[in-house]
Every structure is written in C-alpha cells, then in structure tokens.
C-alpha cells in the first residue's frame, strides 16, 4: 500500500506511522483542501493514471513507475517505488488543464474514501 504524496511538500515515508497516512500540502486553487492525508494502492494509481487518460485526451499522461516482481518488499525498492509515484503526482498535479478540468484528479489526492469504480 502506498500513501499519495504530496508534490509540493517533502517528508519520508519512513518517518511515518506503519498504517498513517502522508499528509499534503498544496497551495492550488483547483484543490477543495490545503491539507489532506489519503492512503493509496499501486493498483489505485493504475486505475487514476487510466482513468486520467480517458478523461483528458489532450494531455500526456506520464507513466507509472514500473511493477516489480523480484524484491519488492525491500527499502530500496519501496523507495524507489515512492520517489517513482511521487515525481508521477508532481507533475499531475501541477499540470495546468488538469487542475481546471480533471473531476478524478482532486478525488484522488484528497478523499480518503476514492474508489476507483465510481470513475469507470
């Protein structure tokens, strides 16, 4: 499981609560909260990454950081895992057409309770 981070504010995962979330910080218009924590699975930003892409043809959607099979549970792979969903949001959430026009984008990085199958 992963928690979203925040693209605007830098804290280590490892400083966390086992099971807490991260909490961000944005300074945007666009988003309803300035701070949010949400807890978030690799699946979950599969599903956000589809449906984002479905949702604003005329942006280029950057990819995930790839899954891994060998290792996972290592701290070097989980870091590079968050670093990897991390530069991900950055550039999600601070792209300017999906801050006015993405509906997903706002659920995603903010309520705790996002499930994907309401987006599909």
């Known amino acids: 499981m992963t928690t979203t981070v925040s693209p605007f504010a830098r804290a280590s995962v490892f ?9 961000q910080t944005t300074n945007i218009p666009a988003f309803k909260l300035r701070h949010s924590v949400v ?36 701290d070097e792979v989980i870091e590079a895992r968050r670093e990897g969903l991390e530069r991900f949001l950055t550039i999600v959430a601070g792209h300017p057409l999906l801050q006015t026009g993405s509906k997903v984008l706002c659920a995603f990085l903010q309520d705790p309770a996002w499930d994907k199958t309401q987006w599909q």
């Open 15 to 23: 400083d966390e609560p086992r099971l807490g979330g991260r909490e």
């Open 39 to 74: 807890r978030r699975r690799y699946s979950d930003f599969e599903a956000f990454r589809d449906i984002l892409e479905r949702e604003s043809t005329r942006v280029n959607i950057p990819p995930l950081p790839g899954k891994v099979f060998t290792n996972r549970f290592s």
